[in-house]
């Protein structure tokens, strides 16, 4: 196991600036001419200061900063810019001739600071760019350069995820395993100091480990409480005795909540008003930052901690109801989020998740379009019952979508009923009827376990495909059979299955669009397919009906909303995706991608194009940050899919 850590003392660079290309360009444009700056607002944490450096990085400016320390002091931001005494007509003279200032933390200004900032603008000869946290009151003549239209805002949300991901990949030097990123992200709530101190704290403690199965790095176990991270959670530390006891009591219950009743309603009171505890409709109480928990326990002595600390049999009635939970919204054919707060606090803690549990969690996340996640949940199953069929065919369908050909067939070595993975295994290697022969046998096979009511009574092997046999009319009553058959919709073959499926579903929405041949029915699915939260089939539908619309711009809107669609989805590659992803690409990005999927190196493509070979690798890093690549290797199949092969 190759573990990832450094020195202490290590001098970190920041971070590589990554994303927000938009917002980026929006500041740079601010300060063109006829512009007279920006006013960058946003929560604490998100970046709007490292966005704003790289946005003047080069420019000739000067920069001021408020502080909590010196918000009694008039002109205290300005100190190092004016001279002692100074009245506020002279500070907005004297920089007047700045041409471009820059004002961090605008929100602790002290008043006179703040006034000066305003009559600057008022002024229009100083560019300037301002920024605020959106945490407690602002100066009133900071916040009125926006309300009073002297500025334009820009409200920067939080990272998003795929920034955050690529943003953690440099960071850490690789891809991180899709349930360590989904714990960062959770942890730090998009504030990026909050999520480089944790990534520094893993790998000051030697916490990341590099899983050799899919190369990327994974932490298991407790949260390493360093003093940084301590100082983040200051708030719930430093409080009084009363109120830390309830907090730790909150810490210690987790991963489940307490009954309010439980505990001293006045202290709750207090709690909930200073934002450090949730109440739900159940009336159970929760603490509010995920970051909290762990530092309390941590903080606790070790005869306290053995006192509170919850025994695994309070979990495990927990951990059934949310399986059962995930099951019945697959059957309801509804897999919007569910909270699932104990498999992923097992996952995160190492603790052993079991493979039914496992298998149910991977299937949730498949259904979802979330490809990566589905196949780390199932491995999660697989390392306490390594050949537990249910999580072999979750890997082995989520490799097969992501088109990762050889992790499925070694899922699905030794297991040669697994006949809906080995379906998409066909496809993915491009023998679609292969694929329809398999999703044949699958029917067969649930037909012989569950009896007639959980398919269509006369199914054969060949009777899900369309010309490949006969097929009855009677509809399937279970969801393994509807999920088989919706299958064949996905591989563009909704024959019966139009019939088949149950009439009133979306799936047989989509199915009997997809036989007329019908582009906007196809639009509806898939809007309705997106509703349940099956993002990928709603991609898949969008996909489809690109190619039946008659009209290019309605096609080229569904294109549009297909993609879009398809990278939320974790690097889905399926046949109805086949085409759909080279767009995304500007035309410079698609000839030289094609040209690396056919074989060529980078000096040969910089031959053929007249470019230099910087340039062509430049435009292979960013195609691969758009596509979800990790390498030329996988260009082949996100140019186009492989030729069919004989089944």
């Known amino acids: 196991m190759t573990t990832l850590r450094r020195e202490a003392k290590t001098l970190e660079l920041p971070w590589r600036f990554t994303g927000r290309e938009d917002e980026l360009e929006l500041i740079r444009r601010s300060l063109t001419a006829g512009h007279h700056g920006i006013v960058v607002t946003g929560p604490a944490g998100c970046g709007k200061t490292r966005l704003v450096t790289e946005a003047v990085r080069g420019s000739d400016r000067a920069r001021a900063a408020g502080t909590p320390e010196t918000r009694h002091l008039s002109f205290a931001a300005f100190a190092h810019l004016l001279p ?86 440099a960071g850490v030097g690789g891809s991180l395993e899709p349930l360590t990123l ?128 919850r025994t695994p049999d309070r979990w495990e009635a927990a951990l059934a109801a949310e399986s059962a939970a995930l099951t019945g919204r697959i059957e309801q054919a509804d897999v919007r989020p569910l909270p699932t707060p104990v498999g992923e606090w097992l996952a995160q803690e190492g603790a052993a998740v079991p493979a039914g549990y496992a298998a149910v969690r991977a299937r949730f996340s498949r259904l979802r379009g979330e490809l990566r996640e589905a196949a780390a949940w199932a491995r999660e199953g697989l390392r306490g019952a390594p050949h537990d069929a249910r999580c072999r065919c979750e890997l082995a369908l989520a490799a097969a979508q992501s088109g990762d050909t050889a992790t499925a067939q070694e899922a699905i070595d030794g297991h040669p009923d697994l006949d809906e993975p080995s379906a998409w295994l066909a496809a993915a290697r491009g023998d679609t009827e292969g694929a329809l022969a398999a999703i044949g046998d699958a029917m067969d096979g649930m037909v012989q376990r569950y009896g007639n009511e959980a398919g269509a009574p006369g199914v054969g092997a060949h009777g899900a495909g369309e010309g ?35 009439a009133d579903s979306v799936f047989a929405l989509h199915a009997n669009a997809l036989a007329r041949e019908d582009g906007a029915a196809l639009d509806r699915a898939a809007e309705a397919l997106e509703e349940r939260g099956f993002l990928l089939f709603a991609a898949e539908a969008h996909a489809q009906a690109a190619r039946a619309h008659r009209d290019p711009r309605a096609a080229r809107t569904s294109r549009t909303r297909a993609v879009a669609l398809a990278r939320r989805c974790q690097g889905a590659r399926t046949p109805a995706l086949s085409g759909l992803v080279l767009g995304e690409l500007t035309a410079r990005q698609r000839q030289i991608v094609t040209l690396a999927a056919a074989g060529l190196s980078n000096r040969q493509i910089a031959e053929q194009l007249t470019l230099s070979i910087r340039t062509v690798g430049n ?15 996988a260009l082949p199949w996100l140019v186009e899919l492989p030729e069919v092969q004989p089944a």
């Open 468 to 502: 490949a046999g006969s097929v009855t009319e009677a509809e399937p009553a279970c969801a393994d059979a509807v999920f088989a058959l919706y299958d064949l919709v996905r591989l563009g073959a909704p024959g019966k299955a139009a019939e088949l499926l149950p």
């Open 84 to 169: 002692e005494r100074v009245s506020l007509h002279r500070a907005v003279q004297l920089l007047s001739g700045v041409r471009l200032l820059v004002v961090d933390d605008a929100h602790l200004l002290d008043d006179a600071s703040a006034a000066l900032v305003h009559q600057l603008a008022v002024h229009g000869r100083t560019r300037l760019i301002v920024v605020a946290a959106d945490v407690g009151p602002c100066p009133g003549a900071i916040s009125r350069l926006w309300t009073g239209e002297l500025l334009p805002r820009l409200v920067l949300e939080p990272l998003p995820g795929e920034e955050t991901e690529q943003l953690l990949a």
């Open 619 to 633: 435009h292979l890093y960013s195609a691969y940050a758009r596509l979800g690549a990790s390498d030329r290797g």
């Open 182 to 309: 989904n714990r960062l992200r959770h942890l730090s709530r998009g504030d990026l100091r909050l999520l480089r101190d944790l990534v520094d704290a893993l790998r000051e403690r030697g916490l990341l480990t590099c899983r050799a199965e899919t190369d990327t790095w994974a932490w298991r176990g407790p949260v390493p409480v360093t003093a940084t991270i301590r100082e983040h959670a200051a708030q719930v530390l430093e409080g009084p005795r009363e109120a830390r006891e309830t907090l730790e009591r909150l810490a210690f219950a987790e991963p489940l909540p307490l009954p309010m009743g439980d505990l001293d309603l006045r202290l709750l009171e207090d709690l909930e008003s200073d934002g450090l505890i949730r109440i739900d409709d159940h009336g159970t109480v929760r603490l509010t930052h995920p970051l909290h928990g762990p530092v309390l326990r941590a903080a606790a002595g070790r005869l306290r901690a053995a006192r509170l600390a």
